[in-house]
């Protein structure tokens, strides 16, 4: 199944601000907007944001995303060492009748 | 609080059998939509199936005619049955509570398939 085409890796300095992108099509992140996801090695995923710019409780504002057609974008500001780690961008695809997934960005920070 | 723990992973031979579970508390199964989730060692997240409040279900073409998911509202419990195991369906396997999004996520179990 087709899914979410993402950068396999972003780098950026410490307290910079780095931004993700999540391309897909009409039926999913240009439908209902995509949702992102951080994980760390070794752990489940954690829910960021979905349905393009709602984070969940506990999720620092620093943590924003967008989208503009079929491109879902997650800035993070002031980036921390913490943030450093794979993240996932999903959506439903209404097409297909299936979740579809980006591949990954793996974020380093500088 | 809302927890997924899932059991029954293991290792398999090519062409068997498991039945993996997932116990969920904190939330009411039959008012949300439960998936799987699984994620190959060093891969990205997959998406494998989903079951509805209503019992509708959908699989990845990856998995269709495979796995079998089942919910038992009674027991707050989420089944994956998955026949004719490939080596490719080694992985992670995660349950995941959809809300708009996968907003809870269970710990994952180790499925491995292997002569």
């Known amino acids: 199944q087709a899914g979410l085409t993402q950068p396999p890796s972003v780098s950026a300095g410490l307290r910079q601000t780095a931004t993700l992108t999540c391309t897909g099509n009409?039926?999913?992140?240009?439908?209902?907007?995509a949702a992102w996801l951080q994980q760390h090695r070794g752990h489940p995923p954690k829910l960021l944001s979905y349905?393009?710019?709602n984070r969940p409780s506990g999720i620092s504002e620093r943590f924003s995303a967008s989208r503009s057609g079929n491109t879902a974008s997650l800035t993070i500001s002031g980036l921390q060492p913490e943030d450093e780690a794979d993240y996932y961008c999903s959506a439903w695809d209404n097409s297909l009748s299936a979740w579809v997934f980006g591949g990954g960005t793996k974020l380093t920070v500088l | 609080e809302v927890q997924l723990v899932e059991s029954g992973g293991g290792l398999i031979q090519p062409g068997g059998s498991l039945r993996l579970s997932c116990a969920a508390s904190g939330f009411t199964v039959s008012n949300f939509y439960i998936n799987w989730v699984r994620q190959a060692p060093g891969r990205g997240l997959e998406w494998v199936s989903v079951i509805l409040g209503d019992g509708t279900t959908y699989y990845a073409d990856s998995v269709k005619g495979r796995f079998t998911i089942s919910l038992d509202s009674s027991k707050s419990t989420l089944h994956l049955q998955m026949d004719g195991l490939r080596a490719e369906d080694t992985a992670v396997y995660y349950c995941a509570r959809e809300s708009d999004a996968f907003d809870f996520w269970g710990q994952g179990t180790m499925v491995t398939v292997s002569s």
């Open positions: 009409s039926n999913n992140a240009g439908n209902q907007g």
């Open positions: 349905r393009s710019n």
